[in-house]
């Protein structure tokens, strides 16, 4: 997975300590789809590993399928992630 992140991101992240989790969520029904969740603390119910980049700790939540890029990007003051430059993986 190649891991892309935009300079504001980077100085969100720093600001706020330096670390980030990154994991993903279904949902189920006729439109299934996986979203990725960011937050600067793990949730309880996971397990991550952690994918060091040259600017900050990035911990990648572990077990299933992952998007050949992995964006991390500043929205309206807000971190999120992107599934091959989507918001969501159909």
Same mark, same amino acid.
Request: net charge negative; hydrophobic share 45%.
């Given at each position: 997975?190649?891991?892309?992140?935009?300079?504001?991101?980077?100085?969100?992240?720093?600001?706020?300590?330096?670390?980030?989790?990154?994991?993903?969520?279904?949902?189920?029904?006729?439109?299934?789809?996986?979203?990725?969740?960011?937050?600067?603390?793990?949730?309880?119910?996971?397990?991550?590993? =952690?994918? !060091? @980049?040259? *600017?900050? $700790? %990035?911990?990648?939540?572990?077990?299933?399928?992952?998007?050949?890029?992995?964006?991390?990007?500043?929205?309206?003051?807000? =971190?999120? !992630? @992107?599934? *091959?430059? $989507? %918001?969501?993986?159909?």
């Amino acid at each position: 997975m190649r891991v892309t992140v935009t300079p504001e991101a980077v100085a969100m992240v720093q600001a706020g300590g330096g670390t980030l989790y990154v994991w993903r969520t279904s949902s189920a029904g006729c439109a299934p789809a996986t979203f990725l969740h960011v937050d600067r603390q793990p949730p309880d119910d996971r397990t991550f590993t =952690l994918a !060091a @980049l040259d *600017d900050f $700790a %990035l911990h990648v939540a572990d077990g299933g399928a992952w998007p050949a890029e992995l964006t991390i990007e500043a929205h309206r003051g807000r =971190l999120r !992630a @992107l599934w *091959d430059g $989507a %918001l969501q993986r159909l």
